[in-house]
């Protein structure tokens, strides 16, 4: 049996003011604003034998993001959620974020190391084999994962360079589903699918537990293979389809045309699955011991509502990740990114024509790609206690050249026993 805990607080502040020819109800605040996050896990698990281990973490977040996590579709704080709207209000007791049986099946008599994580308690693995799970879990758990540029703990804190923001993955508010995965594992390859609960509403808290309706489809083919020769790295294709209760951008656009609704609302709809689909592309490669490169590519149809992560139609991100063994520190880490997001036309006039999704809506639009530059620190200070801090530069927040450039420094603090 095992037990660990991980507390991460983390400060942002949006320092000057910046620009805002308008705002909505959706925007981010153009005054000066700070946040306060903090998001505490314990993870919990026992292994029932040589092959099959449960798992449970309970997770108690509070606090929130800038403007309640509005305005933008690479949020800055992926430890925050958007909180639901009036009549679906969040508990703020602890609650259960993961709960799932994992069970492997050796198909090789050869053994890898496996560290212990809070995802597995195997100190090795069969080299060749088929992986199991059940329960409740975060699919960004295991799909869209890279060394350098995943663990908002450690490294990057935005919504889109930690994850492909294209990837409308299932997941209610605070960002868990109920599903279950396969994963067969090889020497230098390993392919990996997930069936899933989508939720009743766009970020909203409550499964749809009727998964002949409503449900998601996720497949990664993964390449343990450097692009350079002779350097590790890896390249990950990303596919998923989901089926849901969304709104038609189009659909609402004709509605607010015609004179029927005020404004379009991609939620004026009777109950009706539609479906979303995407792909994704994620590199890492090793270009010395301690600095490795990473880049991803994503997109959407973006026809259909952004209903579970962010408001994203098409996105790539590129960075560099460092190792503090470099500057003789091994528990240290730094790194820089750029994301750039877009969405679709269809998405745009929505916008324009002053709609609102579940993260954005300024009122009206003047469409630009939404660039993001972010950079961060992390010192070991002692044992399980880390500090890190970080800076981002938002150039057209939410997609709209009439508001910024934002300038958002944060600092984080992180413990784990």
């Known amino acids: 049996m095992a037990i660990g805990s991980v507390v991460t607080p983390l400060v942002e502040l949006t320092n000057p003011p910046f620009h805002a020819a308008y705002s909505g109800k959706h925007s981010l605040d153009p005054n000066f604003e700070k946040a306060l996050s903090r998001v505490m896990t314990l993870y919990t698990g026992v292994r029932l034998n040589n092959s099959t281990e449960v798992l449970v973490d309970i997770e108690d977040a509070a606090g929130g993001g800038l403007s309640n996590a509005l305005g933008l579709g690479g949020i800055t704080n992926l430890d925050v959620v958007r909180i639901p709207g009036e009549g679906s209000p969040l508990s703020t007791a602890p609650y259960l974020a993961r709960g799932m049986i994992h069970t492997v099946f050796a198909l090789s008599k050869d053994k890898i190391e496996n560290g212990r994580n809070a995802l597995s308690l195997f100190e090795e693995l069969p080299r060749r084999r088929l992986e199991l799970r059940f329960g409740k879990f975060g699919l960004a758990d295991f799909f869209d994962q890279n060394s350098v540029g995943t663990d908002s703990h450690f490294q990057f804190t935005n919504w889109t360079i930690d994850q492909t923001g294209a990837w409308d993955f299932a997941a209610d508010t605070r960002g868990y589903t109920v599903g279950v995965t396969a994963d067969y594992e090889d020497r230098n390859w390993g392919f990996r699918f997930a069936e899933a609960l989508m939720p009743k509403l766009a970020n909203g808290i409550d499964l749809v537990w009727k998964p002949w309706q409503a449900h998601a489809e996720n497949w990664q083919y993964e390449l343990r293979r450097g692009l350079i020769p002779k350097k590790p790295g890896a390249v990950r294709m990303l596919a998923y389809t989901n089926y849901a209760n969304m709104g038609v951008y189009r659909e609402a656009v004709t509605q607010f045309e015609e004179g029927l609704v005020p404004r379009p609302d991609i939620t004026s709809h009777p109950w009706h699955i539609t479906r ?100 961060y620190y992390t010192a070991h200070v002692w044992r399980g206690i880390y500090v890190a801090p970080g800076l981002q530069h938002i150039n057209n927040p939410g997609y709209n050249r009439d508001r910024g450039p934002v300038l958002v420094p944060s600092f984080r603090l992180h413990l784990e026993f």
């Open 276 to 375: 979303k689909y995407g792909f994704g592309i994620n590199v890492e490669q090793n270009l010395t011991h301690n600095l490795t490169a990473f880049g991803r590519l994503g997109w959407n149809n973006d026809k259909t509502e952004s209903f579970a992560f962010t408001e994203v139609g098409q996105t790539f991100a590129g960075g560099l990740g460092a190792n503090g063994a470099l500057w003789h520190r091994h528990y240290d880490r730094a790194g820089i990114a750029l994301v750039s997001n877009a969405i679709s036309k269809d998405h745009q006039t929505y916008l324009a024509d002053g709609g609102y999704g579940f993260l954005l809506g300024d009122g009206a639009l003047s469409y630009g790609r939404e660039n993001i530059v972010e950079s």
